[in-house]
T-cell receptor, first 112, second 113 residues
Framework: EAQVTQNPRYLITVTGKKLTVTCSQNMNHEYMSWYRQDPGLGLRQIYYSMNVEVTDKGDVPEGYKVSRKEKRNFPLILESPSPNQTSLYFC???????????FGNGTRLTVT | AQSVTQLGSHVSVSEGALVLLRCNYSSSVPPYLFWYVQYPNQGLQLLLKYTSAATLVKGINGFEAEFKKSETSFHLTKPSAHMSDAAEYFCAVRTSGTYKYIFGTGTRLKVLA
């Protein structure tokens, strides 16, 4: 089944403790991206990648890192999480510029 | 900078009534426009997309949207609401030549029996 898989679905952590949220797609998509969803703010793009080893900042990249060493994987790294990074995170991928985004089921992160 | 405005964070309609969800965008060049739907505890799913082929775009589940360049709008409509349409709807824009997406703040649709 074609899908975007995020792990974990739920994560509770403490301020400053490094964490990684994984994202994997099995559709051979070139493009992958990360979003955070907050009430009243919709989805905001954190980082995106157009291909292996090619990444770029979205609208809210501060406090996040990404890497794209393989085409199928695009992990999101929070080196030193803070409470304002408590949010619902989505990974997405697509074939090309005019093709739709395929979303994962989300990761709900709570930083205390 | 690109922006997307969705008027109305919450919309309620009766079952069988017309659904109209509004989206306006700002773009100096013709953009790619999308409507996505999000059901509880799920990721977003594509409803429909505009990529300049036709101004009236038909999507899944009976939804359609009309691109009006003069009004910079891409409103989503459905002639007759069904209980299963209750969800949150997001309008999104991507400028041609980039992979940068801008999403609206979402409209939560409630369908009343």
């Amino acid at each position: 089944e074609a899908q975007v898989t995020q792990n974990p679905r739920y994560l509770i952590t403490v301020t400053g403790k490094k964490l990684t949220v994984t994202c994997s797609q099995n559709m051979n998509h070139e493009y992958m991206s990360w979003y955070r969803q907050d009430p009243g703010l919709g989805l905001r793009q954190i980082y995106y990648s157009m291909n292996v080893e090619v990444t770029d900042k979205g609208d809210v990249p501060e406090g996040y890192k990404v890497s794209r060493k393989e085409k199928r994987n695009f992990p999101l790294i929070l080196e030193s999480p803070s409470p304002n990074q408590t949010s619902l995170y989505f990974c997405a991928s697509s074939w090309a510029q005019d093709s739709p985004l395929h979303f994962g089921n989300g990761t709900r992160l709570t930083v205390t | 900078a690109q922006s997307v405005t969705q008027l109305g964070s919450h919309v309620s309609v009766s079952e069988g009534a017309l659904v109209l969800l509004r989206c306006n965008y700002s773009s100096s060049v013709p953009p790619y426009l999308f409507w996505y739907v999000q059901y509880p505890n799920q990721g977003l799913q594509l409803l429909l997309k505009y990529t300049s082929a036709a101004t009236l775009v038909k999507g899944i589940n009976g939804f359609e949207a009309e691109f009006k360049k003069s009004e910079t709008s891409f409103h989503l409509t459905k002639p007759s609401a069904h209980m299963s349409d209750a969800a949150e709807y997001f309008c999104a824009v991507r400028t041609s030549g980039t992979y940068k997406y801008i999403f609206g703040t979402g409209t939560r649709l409630k369908v009343l029996a």
